[in-house]
């Protein structure tokens, strides 16, 4: 059997994820293989692994007779980090958003307490690098420089906490950190005070203070909720 093209799966699968998300396949519509094969100029092959993968995100699913019937938001999988890029590029974005990074704010500074207490001096180093990163390319409209930074420093966090759970989340973070950055929903330069707090929260796990490493980690997720009140209303 002749393996598809990844560069037409990825489009077919890049077309269809964003539509679905975006709203343009309302839940319940059904898509039939025949019908998508036409319209991306592909084969059933590729259309058929294209399913599977969105049924894998659980925002299709497939059934004999019926075909491809779109499902209703509550049953996708949103922490999928594939449909959290598709649903930042759509018009539902401010919301997304706001709502990703809530959750950042209830997880991270709980993380940050723990990284305080489990983080290796490995970690700690690598903390402290990407906070003099972020410090470095703070200035300049080097945004593109800093998300690098800002999203290594963040996987530490989440990975240095000791919790599988809170150190799964990294790929959540990283696409919202990239969607802020890439979607425009950010400063031409990083708030200072923002970048002044992670360099602090390196130096707090790094001393094991974990009570002051929590609170402010804190600090950066209220700020980010704030810039999202003037960014994406």
Not at 43 to 55: A, I, K
Request: charged share 25%.
């Amino acid at each position: 059997m002749t393996t598809p093209a990844p560069g037409l799966h990825s489009h077919v699968l890049a077309a269809l994820g964003l539509a679905i998300t975006a709203g343009e396949y309302p839940p319940g519509t059904v898509l039939r293989t025949d019908e998508l094969a036409q319209r991306f100029d592909v084969s059933r092959t590729v259309v058929r692994e294209v399913v599977r993968v969105l049924e894998s995100m659980r925002l299709v699913e497939s059934r004999r007779r019926v075909g491809v019937t779109v499902q209703p938001t509550p049953s996708w999988n949103v922490y999928d980090p594939q449909v959290i890029r598709w649903r930042l590029a759509g018009a539902d974005r401010p919301r997304q958003l706001r709502s990703l990074t809530v959750l950042r704010s209830a997880v991270e500074p709980v993380a940050a307490g723990l990284a305080a207490l489990h983080a290796t001096p490995e970690q700690c180093r690598d903390l402290t690098e990407r906070a003099l990163g972020m410090v470095a390319t703070s200035r300049g409209r080097q945004l593109d420089a800093y998300l690098v930074h800002d999203v290594a420093f963040h996987r530490i966090v989440l990975e240095a906490s000791g919790n599988e759970m809170f150190a799964r989340l990294g790929d959540v973070v990283a696409e919202v950190l990239t969607g802020r950055t890439h979607h425009h929903v950010m400063f031409e330069d990083p708030d200072p005070a923002a970048v002044t707090l992670h360099v602090q929260v390196a130096e707090a796990v790094r001393e094991r203070d974990a009570d002051r490493a929590e609170a402010l980690t804190r600090e950066i997720a209220v700020g980010a909720l704030r810039e999202l009140d003037v960014l994406a209303p």
